[in-house]
């Protein structure tokens, strides 16, 4: 439990804890030592008392009239005096606190805290021997106990002022912790491998050596993931030269050699009467000609669309749009294609087109979708290309087939970024590829 608490709650908990048992600690404090004060203050008084007694015992002793002496001393108090006479006929003795007047502003608890010592300082006065009354001393401790109010809250202010101070700085400090820490936290957690914004360094000297380790192996990982790309690169740009001289060898050598079988087999059908073993035999392999040819050509252009160096990338995707049309009728495709897409050559002209390709033929194939959308533009030296349908949706798991796999390393390759969506029914192939124009665009019109 006290490990899922945040710093912050750890650090208070205890200071509140501190703070709160030096509070309890004085009003214990209070409660043993004001009562002492308070019973110390109180010794004169009854001393006092004491000598009045006992002076007025030797004068009734001695008076010819102990009772009229007596009443002439009782008339010649002052009914404000502390010192007052009690009869004992003059019904039961008030209590002890009843003389105690409760000071303005000082609440009932906080008397009540304190252990008011005994107030009944009374001494008998005796006529021949005979106890007829007392003389007591009606002490009025309103101003020891305001006295004592006034400490209390002086301590109890101190101790609020003190904790306030204590958990502001506690407070402070603990963001100028906990900060650099969060920092850190997000720096060592970065996603999609992005080292080029430092960690602020600050914080303690420890935290503040943390923060600057863990730049410097950002540095190494920023650099490590830069050869990579452009390894990928590289390798990306082998892929196109080689699948180039591929095409090429295919279409100098392997074309030539299929119109050659084609055209002889064309003259044996010719020259063949027109029933017979031998008429169908050549005519299954005119067949087996034009089947190998057109896979030839379809070989030819996925290893490396010539339309896209003739006549630009923007006239090849419509080029491959139509091509979509006419095998799939039943697929409704609408396009976004910006016209500036002419201006982007090299291997992401290579790229998107194959993009283009593959993602249309996921969509001809497993999508089962009644309608497509593709959609390229150009926003300053970013391509973004989005290809979406409203087929049955992604495959399990949410991964790439093993065709937009190969387009993933491409994309990566390209310092790119390639995602797999299904958003309101649709399913989204979205990438965006940082590009540099090498060729001016077609004027408009």
């Not at 709160?20 to 002492?36: E, P, S």
């Not at 609020?160 to 963001?175: D, E, F, K, N, W």
């Not at 609408?334 to 249309?360: F, K, S, V, W």
Request: with cysteine; glycine share 8%; proline share 5%.
């Amino acid at each position: 439990m006290w490990q899922r608490l945040s710093f912050r709650t750890q650090l208070f908990l205890p200071l509140g804890a501190s703070f709160l048992a030096a509070l309890i600690l004085a009003g214990v404090l209070l409660h043993i030592f004001a009562t002492d004060q308070l019973a110390a203050e109180n010794e004169p008084r009854r001393r006092s008392t004491e000598a009045i007694a006992a002076a007025l015992n030797d004068t009734l002793r001695t008076s010819d009239n102990p009772r009229r002496t007596l009443d002439a001393f009782v008339h010649s108090l002052d009914t404000s005096s502390d010192i007052q006479f009690r009869a004992l006929d003059a019904g039961p003795a008030p209590s002890p606190k009843d003389g105690l007047h409760k000071p303005h502003g000082v609440p009932q608890w906080f008397i009540d805290l304190l252990a008011t010592p005994d107030m009944d300082a009374a001494s008998p006065v005796m006529i021949d021997g005979r106890r007829i009354g007392d003389i007591v001393f009606l002490q009025d401790m309103s101003a020891d106990l305001f006295e004592k109010w006034i400490g209390f809250l002086a301590l109890t202010s101190l101790v609020a002022v003190l904790m306030v101070l204590t958990g502001t700085i506690a407070y402070v400090l603990a963001g100028s912790v906990l900060r650099p820490l969060q920092d850190l936290g997000q720096g060592l957690t970065r996603r999609r491998g992005d080292y080029t914004r430092p960690i602020p360094v600050g914080g303690p000297p420890e935290i503040r050596q943390g923060c600057e380790e863990a730049n410097a192996l950002a540095a190494t990982l920023a650099q490590l993931s830069q050869d990579n790309r452009d390894l990928m690169h590289r390798l990306v740009s082998l892929q196109d030269d080689e699948r180039r001289d591929l095409a090429r060898e295919l279409h100098d050598e392997l074309g030539p050699l299929l119109f050659s079988i084609r055209a002889g087999t064309i003259a044996l059908v010719e020259a063949a009467p027109p029933a017979g073993n031998f008429g169908n035999s050549a005519q299954s392999l005119l067949q087996s000609v034009e089947a190998l040819q057109q896979t030839n050509r379809r070989i030819l252009d996925r290893l490396r669309p010539l339309y896209i160096e003739e006549l630009g990338l923007s006239t090849s995707v419509q080029t491959l749009l139509r091509t979509f049309r006419n095998q799939a009728p039943h697929i409704i495709l609408t396009d976004t294609i910006d016209a500036d897409l002419n201006a982007i050559d090299g291997p992401a002209a290579q790229t998107m087109y194959r993009l283009i390709q593959e993602a249309l033929t996921n969509v001809l194939r497993h999508a089962n979708a009644s309608n497509a959308h593709v959609r390229a533009t150009v926003a300053g030296e970013t391509l973004a290309i989005e290809i979406s349908d409203d087929g049955g949706g992604l495959p399990a798991g949410n991964v790439f087939g093993r065709g937009l796999t190969g387009m993933h390393e491409r994309v990566r390759a390209l310092s790119g970024s390639l995602s797999l969506l299904r958003v309101d029914e649709r399913t989204y192939v979205r990438c965006r590829l940082p590009v540099e124009t090498t060729r001016d665009a077609p004027s408009a019109g």
